[in-house]
Each structure stands twice: as structure tokens, then as C-alpha cells.
């Protein structure tokens, strides 16, 4: 079979792009944008991705407005249609790396958007991430974050959102290869392995600033090591903390990152504090935080998400759309659509912050939870808290 991706000149094998080189079902490839206005109004996370294995595209957009997370989840057979579209949800390659479009268009559940992703600065390239263990492959997958800005409209509850380069942020990447937990459940397959993570306060961040973008993840131990929660190696051990300061015309290493946190109560669920980033060139960039609330990634299917439980890229037929709102203005639980109090196993959540430095301002994406007790701050770890 031929795609319109076969008229380029990029193959890496003697097939065609409508197969990947492996039969492994859990392999998928696609782009997670993350978007806000730097007043607190909005913020959205979406996603579009391709399971060649299983046959499916599916994606996700969830709003949160006022407290209030709007949900929609879309699926489709992928084959043959290699369209990059699910349903109501689209995304354009309009200048790779430089700027993309996320369109949501008018659906049964309330909310549409309409925006372009201009990119800020240089993207983070990291390094393939891989992990065996006892010879079984449980994780081969490369990714690339990109900061920037957003230039569109989001309509939620009724009311329309103008997004201004000015007055926004954008965090996406783009990632593919073999990960667990996408592409349904396994099958017919022995329990996967515990895999040995380093433990305590984890810290994903990726921001923008007027004069440039950044970004960094670690996993802070007890002792203030701190390690990549992200890069794995084949033989199960853990990186360093990465992270890097992006400019138009180059990158430059983070070296360390401080920090001094504040939580809602009970929870690793950040509300403010400071930082101060350092890199290799000896520049120290100091920030105060500004918590704007943040999206639960289960609206989208992630963690045995979808109604049927199944997860990600799991087939529900040649098109399936669901969809909710829930009532996110405690710091660890909703209230779901069947007016019900439900509280996640895990606190992990995609945070929007406003950041302060001097007389600038910028917004970051501040994924942060406990995996471990952090004595600092007074976290149990237990669920992320």
C-alpha cells in the first residue's frame, strides 16, 4: 500500500510508510500538543497518534475552563485512509518544526478550537530511551519537545477564547516507538516486569519566555540527586537530569535546577514557589511561579482510559467518540459527569504556570508529583502526593 509520505524521498527500509519496521502492537507514533493564555481563562491538551499495529488513530482534546474539564475522545480504523484526522479533530503539518494547526471542529460535546503553534527557540532532541529487561523489550521510543506560541480561538461553555502569540504558551512533542500502555492491553503475555525507577520529586518542565524557551526533567532523590525520569538505558539504569535553554540559534545544557516549591494541601499538586535554572554558559534565570490549573490526562484515554477501560489505541470499530465534563477545582479529585466524587491512583496532571522574571512574563507546562516520600516539602509519595 502507498501513502501520500511515499512521494518523499525518506524511506529507512525497503517498505513502504504505511508499515513500521516492527510487529510489536504497543508501537505508535504522534504528536501531544499542550497549549494556555497566559490570564488563566483556558488551557487545552490534545493529542493525535497512529497504532499501525492495531489499525487505529485515535486522539483526544480536554478544555479546562473555570475549573471545569471538557472531555472528547475520538477513534477510527486507520487503513486505508492515512489521513491525519479523527472525527472532528485535525492536525496540519503546516511548516514542520516551525508550526502546526489543531483543529477541533464543532462536535456534540460543546467545544471546537482553531489554532496554529508557532515554535519559540531551537527543539529538544532527546536521546532514544530504551529498556530491557531479561531480554524482553519494554521501551523503545524517541522524542522531541518543542516550545512556542499559540495563534487561534478555543470555544468552551458558550464563550469564545482568542489566543495571541502575545499572551500564550504552546508545550508539544512529537514521539514514537514501543511503549506499554499503548496500543490496548497486552495480550496472552505474562505480567510486565517491575522496572526500577528512581524515586522522590519529580519535575517536567517546558517553557516559554520572551527572549527565550527552556526546558528540563528530573527525579530528585532523597540525597538532592537528581535523575532523568525519562531516559532509560538498555541495561535499566538512569541518566542525569536533562535539560536544556532554547534559543533561535542554539541550545545551551541546563547544569542544575532549585527549587522551592509550594502545594495544595495533602498533595504534590503545585501552587506556586520559585525556581532558579542554571546553565553551562554560568547564567542563573530566576522565576516565580503562578499556578493556572491543569488537565487531567485521563479525560484523554491515558491510564486504562476511553469508557470501555482499554487505554489508547485500542480498536473501537470504524469510528467511535465519547465524551464528559468534570469538575476539577479540587486540588485531587473531580466530581465525574454521574455527579460522583472519584480520585485518581495517581496525582499526575499536566499543570499550566505563569511565570515571573523581572519585568518578563511566560507560562510553562510544570508536570510535578511525589514518587517517594520528599522530606523538603513534606510529601508521602504515596499516589504521587
Given amino acids: 500500500m502507498l501513502i501520500k509520505a511515499d512521494e518523499y524521498p525518506f524511506h529507512q527500509t525497503a517498505e513502504s510508510f504505511a508499515a513500521v519496521h516492527t510487529s510489536d502492537k504497543h508501537w505508535n507514533d504522534g504528536h501531544y500538543i499542550c497549549l494556555c ?19 487505529v488513530l485515535d486522539g483526544f482534546v480536554c478544555i479546562r475552563h473555570e475549573g471545569m474539564q471538557h472531555n472528547i475522545r475520538v477513534s477510527r480504523q486507520l487503513r486505508p485512509d492515512f489521513e491525519y484526522r479523527v472525527g472532528p479533530l485535525r492536525i496540519e503539518l503546516v511548516e514542520p518544526m516551525k508550526a502546526i494547526r489543531l483543529v477541533l471542529e464543532p462536535n456534540d460535546f460543546g467545544i471546537a478550537c482553531d489554532i496554529v503553534c508557532h515554535t519559540v527557540g531551537r527543539p529538544y532532541h532527546g536521546p532514544l530511551s530504551t529498556n530491557r529487561i531479561d531480554g524482553w523489550l519494554l521501551m523503545e521510543r524517541m522524542t522531541y519537545e518543542v516550545a512556542g506560541r499559540a495563534e487561534g480561538w478555543i470555544d468552551v461553555a458558550g464563550k469564545r477564547f482568542p489566543l495571541t502569540p502575545e499572551r500564550s504558551g504552546v508545550f508539544r512533542n512529537h514521539s514514537w516507538g514501543i511503549l506499554r500502555g499503548r496500543g490496548g492491553p497486552p ?14 520529586l519529580r519535575n517536567w518542565v517546558l517553557y516559554t519566555m520572551p527572549d527565550h524557551a527552556g526546558f528540563y526533567e528530573f ?26 535553554i532554547l534559543h533561535e540559534d542554539r541550545e545551551v545544557f541546563v547544569t542544575d535546577v532549585d527549587h522551592d516549591l509550594t502545594f495544595y494541601e495533602g498533595s504534590s499538586r503545585i501552587s506556586g514557589g520559585s525556581i532558579a535554572i542554571h546553565d553551562s554558559e554560568g547564567i542563573t534565570r530566576e522565576f516565580e511561579i503562578e499556578d493556572m490549573g491543569w488537565v487531567y490526562c485521563q479525560g484523554g484515554g491515558y491510564f486504562n482510559g476511553f469508557n470501555d477501560r482499554l487505554g489508547q489505541g485500542a480498536y473501537r470499530g470504524e469510528y467511535h467518540e465519547e465524551g464528559e465534563v468534570w469538575d476539577c477545582t479540587h486540588p485531587t479529585k473531580i466530581i465525574n459527569s454521574e455527579g460522583e466524587e472519584e480520585e485518581f491512583p495517581t496525582v499526575l ?24 516520600p520528599v522530606p523538603k516539602y513534606g510529601l508521602t509519595g504515596k499516589g504521587g502526593s
Wanted: aromatic content about 8%; some cysteine.
Fill in 187 to 200: 495480550m496472552h503475555a505474562s505480567p510486565q516486569p517491575h522496572v526500577q525507577r528512581p524515586t522522590g
Fill in 37 to 55: 493564555d497566559m490570564d488563566g481563562n483556558v488551557s487545552l491538551v490534545s493529542t493525535l497518534r497512529l497504532y499501525q499495529n492495531t489499525n
Fill in 349 to 372: 496532571a499536566e499543570s499550566f504556570v505563569l511565570l515571573k522574571s523581572g519585568d518578563q512574563v511566560g507560562s510553562a507546562h510544570f508536570e510535578c508529583a511525589a514518587f517517594g
Fill in 219 to 244: 527525579i530528585e532523590d532523597a540525597d538532592g540527586e537528581k535523575w532523568s525520569g525519562a531516559i532509560a538505558n538498555v541495561d535499566g539504569s538512569w541518566n542525569k537530569m536533562t535539560g536544556e
